[in-house]
């Protein structure tokens, strides 16, 4: 139970579908907010507050009220890369995009892998005001593959995950023991899947198209062989395995096989893995490239039946800004990635929901709810008393992406000029309005 | 003024096959042009060209020189070695400083594959890829089916194999393209471990065996094997791979018929060809030299916007 913060002002959410998997809950209603958590939702008809300030009501008729989104998956760069992007942009750019909560990968510079480090992302995020960040902490010092960080203490100061993101795991030996260890503390392990031997030097998908284009190509079992590894790992530790950004067929199935083993694995997934194909490389757009590359059509469509059927629990956006100057380049030079957060959810309904593959509950399941339990954070749910992390938005509005817009410091996506179908009208953090359009 | 091949060549994929058509016979009457004493004539004279050489190369760039120069076109020969990253200043940025120079085309042969395109999307100038990372080498490709055409006088039904490193290799996929547009049978043969894994995607057959290629084809283009391809942990030797893949005359004395030999060059003699074979009687690796002079001259024309009918009198003042 949340902390009633009584200075927090009053809202009521009038008129809206009230949408919550967490408690199976799809209806027209209102939600009504005080001192930060949610008191009551349902047809609340008349509300007066006897001697205390009268709740702002807003009307919310046509729109979705759901749990706040929590993005388990985003690159601040703060500290060492301010220029891309700090915590406050980036949890600004969260909020915008609905999300009232992201989890923060350690791939900073210095590493984020001691507690100093993980109280300094959570003490810059309170100043920011906008979503709430959670550190996830690394997994080896310096992200070297080598030794243990000091998992105790970074929990402590607030980490709730671990992960070297970015520099997957190469030793077998060292993979076990932080799931081992991390067990300890009862936080998942998060892995980066990629056989660094076989995806040396590549820059998209291993295919067609990058023996037209003549790229050197990454193969699907770079990232299943690591997939695999590390199910079988879980199920020899116990341990809590979360999977990064899936992006093949091969990796469903085989997470689909730990599962129905009742290994304990979970997987994420990104928005431009169910939306986009090797065929957005063409012409060397150096926007489409990313790690784990864009793939094909039946990766595509297997991804989005995993998503639908839960072998893959989570959407997660794998926001990774970069410098217009980076991505301007030769393709092999450019960086991996795209940012993600101002789009996630208007890609995940114009492909996924609009697309007919899965309704709006589904989608505010894997947006939502199942981050917030996988990595045992608060928000998740409208529940009487939970902390009001609250996420508003139109599923049907039409939008042009225009990147010069986004608050993130970051441009570079691949649906730049698109028109995408989602709009988000309000984010709201503890009751707290931090976005609204 | 839009030429027939729009403002660059970039690769020959995206070609029909009436501009490659097009290509080959505007070098036609450019073949001429090489043949005389005074080698010139006034056709891109007051064009300014920039041959930017990110990499090492010395075949390509002469050719290029030559033809320009013979084109009365004025060329400066910007040669860098590395990639733009390791050069310090970004292709981005050598694009906007040519650009500022005003000059008419760019000849850019650069380590990265689609940096040609990368500058022709940045700047007005007709760019010319001389080859890109692994991507494409057009005008290889195209002297390539020039020196085919002028020996079986038609590409349609041909059957060519190339050989060696397809992997890596520009030529062979300019190659492809072009042969296949052209209307001839491509194939390709080489250890598995140098041939992209997607290869027959590219609707081309596949042959393991050097002798099965030999006893199919009309033609052999045999790609140069990159030393380094050995270091890289490819092949285990050049010893083993001569042995089981290379060109030699005891091979091809048991075809059913003469196969002409193509090499883009440099070669590695012993390696993927032997030296009777480059030498014989049916190597035509020289005729691809001098067929890559009259090629650039007719893209060079071409893309300045000369019109395909004009190209005999552009030759200029009646030849002899």
New interface residues.
């Given amino acids: 139970m949340t902390p009633r913060n009584d200075a927090a002002p009053s809202i009521l959410l009038r008129g809206g579908r009230l949408i919550d998997p967490s408690q199976g809950l799809d209806e027209t209603g209102d939600l009504l907010i005080t001192g930060g958590v949610v008191e009551a939702h349902g047809r609340l008809g008349e509300v007066r507050r006897d001697g205390a300030a009268q709740p702002e009501i807003v009307d919310v008729r046509g729109r979705v009220v759901s749990p706040g989104f929590i993005d388990v998956h985003c690159h601040l760069r703060e500290p060492g890369r301010e220029e891309v992007e700090t915590i406050a942009t980036g949890s600004r750019a969260a909020a915008v995009g609905g999300f009232t909560a992201v989890c923060a990968m350690p791939n900073t510079d210095p590493v984020t892998d001691n507690q100093a480090a993980v109280g300094f992302i959570i003490r810059q995020a309170q100043r920011a005001g906008g979503a709430k960040v959670y550190p996830i902490g690394a997994i080896s010092m310096g992200q070297q593959g080598q030794t243990l960080a000091e998992f105790g203490e970074m929990v402590g100061a607030g980490a709730v995950a671990v992960s070297d993101d970015g520099r997957p795991v190469a030793s077998a030996q060292l993979m076990r023991t932080a799931l081992e260890y991390a067990r300890t503390f009862g936080i998942p392990v998060a892995d980066h899947c990629e056989d660094p031997t076989l995806a040396l030097g590549g820059a998209m998908n291993?295919?067609?198209m990058?023996?037209?284009?003549?790229?050197?190509?990454i193969?699907a079992e770079a990232e299943e062989i690591m997939a695999i590894r590390d199910i079988l790992l879980a199920r020899l530790t116990g341990g809590h395995i979360h999977l990064c950004h899936m992006s093949t067929k091969g990796s469903v199935e085989l997470i689909r096989w730990g599962k129905e083993r009742g290994i304990n694995v979970t997987a994420e997934v990104c928005p431009h893995h169910l939306s986009l194909t090797e065929a957005a490389v063409e012409?060397?757009d150096t926007n489409a490239k990313m790690n784990p590359p864009l793939r094909t059509a039946a990766d595509v469509a297997a991804l989005q039946e995993a998503v639908k059927d839960g072998t893959i629990d989570v959407i997660a956006t794998d926001h990774a800004p970069h410098h217009y100057?980076e991505k301007?380049?030769?393709?092999?030079?450019a960086p991996n990635g795209i940012v993600g957060l101002e789009t996630a959810l208007a890609v995940n309904l114009t492909w996924l929901v609009h697309g007919g593959s899965i309704g709006l509950p589904l989608l505010i399941e894997r947006m939502s709810c199942a981050p917030a339990r996988l990595f045992h954070l608060p928000g998740g749910t409208l529940r009487a008393g939970s902390p009001a992390d609250v996420t508003v938005f139109d599923p049907d509005a039409s939008w042009t992406v225009d990147p010069a817009k986004f608050r993130s410091k970051g441009r570079n996506s691949p649906y730049a000029g698109q028109t995408l179908r989602g709009t988000v009208a309000m984010t709201l953090v503890d009751g707290r309005v931090i976005h609204r359009a | 003024m839009t030429s027939a091949l729009g403002k660059d060549l970039l690769a020959l994929e995206p070609l029909s096959s009436e501009q490659i058509r097009l290509i080959l016979d505007t070098a036609e009457p450019f073949k001429e042009i090489s043949e005389r004493s005074i080698k010139k004539v006034p056709t891109l004279r007051g064009s300014t060209i920039v041959n930017l050489f990110f990499e090492a190369s010395t075949r390509t760039r002469i050719s290029f020189e030559f033809a320009e120069k013979r084109l009365s076109a004025d060329t400066v020969n910007v040669a860098s070695s590395g990639s733009s990253v390791s050069k310090g200043e970004t292709l981005v940025d050598t694009a906007r400083n040519l650009e500022a120079m005003r000059i008419d085309m760019v000849v850019i042969r650069h380590g990265a594959s689609g940096a040609a395109q990368f500058l022709a999307e940045r700047i007005e100038s007709n760019v010319i890829n001389a080859g890109d990372g692994t991507h494409e080498h057009p005008t290889q490709g195209l002297l390539d089916l020039l020196t085919l055409r002028d020996h079986f006088h038609r590409l349609d039904g041909l059957k060519v194999c190339i050989c060696g490193d397809v992997l890596h290799s520009r030529v062979a996929r300019s190659n492809i393209w072009g042969l296949k547009k052209m209307g001839a049978e491509v194939a390709v043969c080489g250890p598995r471990s140098l041939l992209p894994n997607a290869i027959d995607e590219l609707g081309v057959t596949v042959f393991s065996r050097i002798e099965d290629a030999i006893q199919w084809a009309d033609a052999l283009n045999v790609l140069r094997l990159q030393l380094e391809r050995m270091q890289g942990g490819y092949i285990p030797s050049l010893r083993e791979y001569n042995r089981v893949f290379g060109v030699t005359s005891e091979r091809l004395a048991r075809a059913p018929k003469d196969v002409l030999i193509l090499h883009p060059g440099p070669m590695n003699r012993g390696v993927e060809i032997d030296s009777d074979v480059a030498d014989g009687p049916h190597s035509v690796i020289l005729n691809q030299v001098t067929n890559g002079v009259a090629i650039r001259m007719a893209v060079l024309y071409l893309l300045s916007g000369g019109r395909p009918e004009l190209a005999e009198a552009a030759k200029g003042g009646g030849g002899r």
């Fill in positions: 291993e295919g067609v990058s023996a037209r284009l003549g790229l050197r190509g193969p012409g060397y100057d301007e380049r030769e393709f092999a030079d």
